[in-house]
């Protein structure tokens, strides 16, 4: 096995940019370009553009292929329409979570699989597995597909004055194959930065002609480059989930508050269906620790794995903290204990190197764009 990291097409444009890069699953990939707060602030008001090809494409196609991924995740994909998408995990046989994913339905009989570049390999792992008896093939396509993202408020116009693809049809957690500055992609209006924005999938080939084309388009809006550290800022904003931090192998998605993605009522067996019912059963008789947002009333910032306090007693841990540039505030997501997990609840604080800082709980997400 090589440990050298992969890179995307468009390192060599990252490197002349600037940016600052950082081995992230694998891949070098880059953290940020110049300041961190200005590439947050501008997918607040503006428009970021971001290189998200490390995130792995699974294509899953033939006339079982919506059969297999019923079985294989706890979605009912088969009711998903074609042109549209559909966010969904997959579990082992225990319940526990194994990715986070967004599937999109292209046609009929082909679905494409999008899961998180630390997780591909295993997401491509268990659906071949699991793919045992179906009529339906699994293809990885990671190499098949550079991913940029356009993300803010600014970005349907950016990207409508490059495409004459029905954009103002295109609802959010849709796709659909259109050209984009004359390359041809697969746009979705999805994101996770809490914005409205597009996820363009092209051939890897295309992508530096599409980087730049997309840069000189929002010269006049106020587009910027951005890395990684903003995405994670601005997905802990917008409350949304981090697989490795708020989703792990021991959380079932009962226990992650997000129990309404298991779909129980649909047809056939799945699995990991007989641990997430008693996890539904042991979620409703005895509330599992609760996924809620803490705002600083200090300036220290809490980290993933500190302890959450309340009278002296730890009641819960933080999952994902930073300082957030729209609040102002140092923020974090944290599991806690379901009788302190009511926003306002007083006398919470998390441990920061032995001291206890003040926290206010309050409910998730910190950020909801106007729309």
């Known amino acids: ?9 468009l390192d060599a444009l990252h490197r002349s940019l600037g940016a600052t890069m950082t081995d992230f699953a694998g891949w070098d990939m880059p953290l940020r370009y110049g300041s961190e707060r200005d590439e947050h602030n501008a997918v607040r008001t503006k428009a970021g553009l971001f290189d998200l090809s490390h995130m792995g494409e699974i294509t899953v196609t033939g006339p079982q292929a919506a059969a297999l991924l019923n079985y294989a995740l706890v979605g009912n994909i088969a009711s998903v329409g074609v042109g549209r998408a559909r966010y969904t995990m997959i579990c082992r046989e225990d319940g526990g979570i194994l990715d986070d994913l967004i599937i999109y339905r292209l046609d009929e009989t082909e679905y494409m699989v999008v899961a998180n570049a630390s997780n591909a390999q295993v997401v491509l792992d268990a659906l071949v597995e699991r793919a045992a008896g179906f009529d339906a093939e699994v293809r990885d396509d990671r190499d098949a597909y550079a991913l940029i993202a356009v993300q803010g408020p600014e970005s349907p116009g950016i990207v409508k004055s490059l495409t004459d693809a029905d954009l103002d049809g295109l609802k959010y957690y849709a796709g659909l194959p259109g050209t984009v500055a004359g390359v041809p992609a697969l746009i979705a209006r999805t994101g996770y930065t809490g914005e409205d924005g597009f996820e363009l999938f092209v051939k890897p080939e295309h992508a530096v002609e599409l980087w730049q084309a997309l840069t000189k388009a929002g010269e006049g809006a106020g587009l910027v480059p951005c ?6 800022t601005l997905r802990l904003e917008a409350g949304m989930p981090l697989y490795g931090h708020e989703l792990t192998t021991s959380l079932t998605p009962f226990d992650a508050g997000l129990g309404r993605v298991v779909k129980f009522e649909k047809e056939g067996d799945f699995v990991g269906r007989e641990a997430l019912r008693e996890a539904a059963s042991r979620a409703e008789s005895n509330a599992p620790r609760v996924l809620v947002g803490l705002v600083a009333e200090g300036r220290r910032v809490p980290r993933a794995g500190y302890a959450v306090v309340a009278d002296g007693e730890v009641i819960g841990e933080v ?17 806690v ?5 009511a926003p306002g609840t007083p006398g919470v604080g ?22």
Request: proline letters at 12%.
């Open 1 to 9: 096995m090589s440990t050298e990291p992969r890179l995307t097409a």
């Open 227 to 232: 890395g990684l550290s903003c995405r994670d």
């Open 319 to 335: 999952t994902s903290g930073a300082p957030s540039p729209t609040l102002g505030k140092p923020i974090a997501m944290a599991y």
């Open 337 to 341: 204990d379901a009788p302190h997990a």
């Open 350 to 371: 998390v441990d920061i190197r032995g001291v206890h800082e003040p926290y206010e709980v309050v409910a998730l997400p910190f950020y909801k764009r106007q729309k």
